[in-house]
Structure formats: structure tokens, C-alpha cells
């Protein structure tokens, strides 16, 4: 049987790269993920996490907005939370004043920063964040966060369906387990957007303008 490489090899797997204007879009890095014993506890979210401080700090000193998204539940018994909530009770712990539904400590956003509040997996799915990346002329929206099979894999689909390219970051990206969170890094790679390594979306975003907007 072929590898999964050679079966896609000439048919998918065409590379987008980087535009002239990206913002980085850090998704749901929540303490839920990443405090042990926690029912979400995700051991390589715990390791993305880890990773994205340098992300995050290049993206600042470029100048190039960045753009951290939460899961958040407003109604009573998450019923905003439609049939995802249904399906997914354990995402019930994301309502304020609960420490997991809080911010990863290193990640979390600086003053002025856009915090995007959601209730689905996709950060684009409800919210306001295509038509704001538009209005700012963003081209190339750069991914980290969690889960990669989950909120990673949402957002890549609704992002090049919005227009843009869309670049996922393999270090600072993370999930429960090893197989779905290389399966999906392997299909966004190959269907709907660029799977990159830290050092090269470093490289790419240093190559940007600091007035850039």
C-alpha cells in the first residue's frame, strides 16, 4: 500500500506561502487545556505553549496585529453553546469564572491586543474576525493555539474559504494525542492551507514592515 505522501503526491499539497500583510491569530491557548487533571488536559498544548512566546514576540516587534481567541459560554447552561455543547458537555467548563477557561500564562494577550469571543470551533464561525482582518488588508492569517484536530483545523477551512492564506505553525500548535494532531497537520498541509515550522513563520514575519498594518 502507498504511503499517504505518495497517494497525494501531484494531487494535493500545492503551497500558498506568505502574503504581504499577516496578523497571527493565537486560538483558545486556555488553561483548560494545560492544567493536569483537567478533563481537556492536553499534554502537546502543554508543549505549544511552550513554543509560541517567541511567535508571539516576533509578530509584536514586526509590528503585525495579533489576535488571541476564547471559547466563552454567556447563556444560561452554555445553551449558547448550541448542539456543540450537546455533543461536547465537557466544554462546559468555558464560562467566566472558571481558572480553566482562563488565559495560558506567557500567551495571554497584551493591553490593546483584539480578543475574539467564541462559542464554536472555527475562530472565524459567528465572530467578526474575517471582516475585521479585511478591513485591516490582512492577506495571510498565521495560526497557533489548540486543539490542532479541533479550533486549528476549523479555523485553517474557514480561513482560505475567507479569502486568506492560511499558515499553521507546527511547534505552537497541539492536541490530546499524537495521531489526530498529525493526521490533521497533514490534511490542512495538503487541502487548505501551508504547515510551517516556528523558525520559518519567524523568518517570514521579520521579512515585514513595521507599518505594516
Same mark, same amino acid.
Given at each position: 500500500m502507498q504511503t499517504a505522501e505518495a497517494n497525494y503526491q501531484g494531487v494535493w499539497g500545492n503551497r500558498v506561502g506568505f502574503g504581504q500583510r499577516p496578523a497571527l491569530v493565537v486560538i483558545d491557548f486556555l488553561k483548560a487545556y494545560t492544567i493536569e487533571g483537567a478533563p481537556l488536559y492536553a499534554p502537546g498544548v502543554v508543549e505549544a505553549v511552550a513554543q509560541t512566546p517567541a511567535l508571539i514576540a516576533s509578530a509584536r516587534a514586526s509590528g503585525i496585529p495579533v489576535i488571541h481567541t476564547r471559547i466563552l459560554y454567556l447563556a444560561e447552561n452554555c445553551a449558547d453553546g448550541g448542539m456543540w455543547v450537546k455533543k461536547s458537555p465537557v466544554m462546559k467548563a468555558m464560562v467566566e469564572g472558571n481558572v480553566l477557561a482562563e488565559f495560558c500564562e506567557s500567551v495571554e494577550p497584551a493591553a490593546g491586543e483584539l480578543v475574539i469571543v467564541k462559542q464554536y470551533a472555527?475562530? %472565524?464561525?459567528?465572530?467578526?474576525?474575517?471582516?475585521?482582518?479585511?478591513?485591516?488588508? #490582512?492577506?495571510?492569517? #498565521?495560526?497557533?493555539?489548540?486543539?490542532?484536530?479541533?479550533?486549528?483545523?476549523?479555523?485553517?477551512?474557514?480561513?482560505?474559504?475567507?479569502?486568506?492564506?492560511?499558515?499553521v505553525v507546527r511547534d505552537c500548535v497541539g492536541d490530546?494525542?499524537?495521531?489526530?494532531?498529525?493526521?490533521?497537520? %497533514?490534511? #490542512?498541509?495538503?487541502?487548505?492551507?501551508?504547515?510551517?515550522?516556528?523558525?520559518?513563520a519567524i523568518a517570514e514575519i521579520a521579512k515585514v514592515k513595521p507599518n505594516c498594518p
Open positions: 472555527s475562530a %472565524f464561525f459567528g465572530t467578526s474576525l474575517a471582516s475585521h482582518l479585511h478591513a485591516q488588508g #490582512i492577506d495571510t492569517v #498565521i495560526m497557533a493555539g489548540c486543539s490542532t484536530s479541533g479550533c486549528i483545523r476549523a479555523s485553517a477551512v474557514d480561513a482560505v474559504q475567507h479569502g486568506f492564506r492560511a499558515i490530546r494525542h499524537p495521531d489526530p494532531h498529525n493526521a490533521n497537520l %497533514f490534511d #490542512i498541509d495538503s487541502k487548505y492551507g501551508d504547515v510551517v515550522s516556528r523558525e520559518e
